[in-house]
């Protein structure tokens, strides 16, 4: 059973950096896309950073230029490097992985790290 793992996340002042990690365990296919969401209180869940496999990425306009998605195909895990944190960045970061498998498309889904910016 595929499981996704997300660990970094912490309680970090303004203009801070913080680097979160996923890790997925228990398949024996290769992931394609694997990102990075968040969801603020009261907010919807939204796309922050997408990585393929190849190594192309794609950000949100609000986190261009402050945070760097990265991945190591061999260990499965997906990384998210944030830095010059402000306070509207505060929410649950959610880490997503997909699969190609014939004709089928999985999406997988972590359990999600609280990443609080606040003075």
């Known amino acids: 059973q595929v499981q996704l793992v997300e660990s970094g996340g912490g309680l970090v002042e303004p203009g801070g950096s913080l680097r979160l990690s996923c890790v997925a365990s228990?398949?024996?296919?290769?992931?394609?896309?694997m990102g990075w969401f968040r969801q603020a209180p009261g907010k919807e869940r939204e796309p922050v950073a997408v990585?393929?496999?190849?190594?192309?990425?794609n950000y949100a306009d609000s986190v261009k230029g402050r945070f760097t998605i990265s991945r190591d195909n061999a260990k499965d895990t997906v990384y998210l490097q944030m830095n010059i944190l402000k306070p509207e960045d505060t929410a649950v970061y959610y880490c997503?992985?997909?699969?190609?498998?014939?004709?089928?498309?999985?999406?997988?889904w972590g359990q999600g790290t609280q990443v609080t910016v606040s003075s």
């Open positions: 997503n992985a997909d699969q190609i498998r014939g004709y089928g498309k999985f999406d997988y």
């Open positions: 228990g398949s024996i296919f290769s992931f394609n896309g």
């Open positions: 990585i393929t496999r190849g190594g192309t990425t």
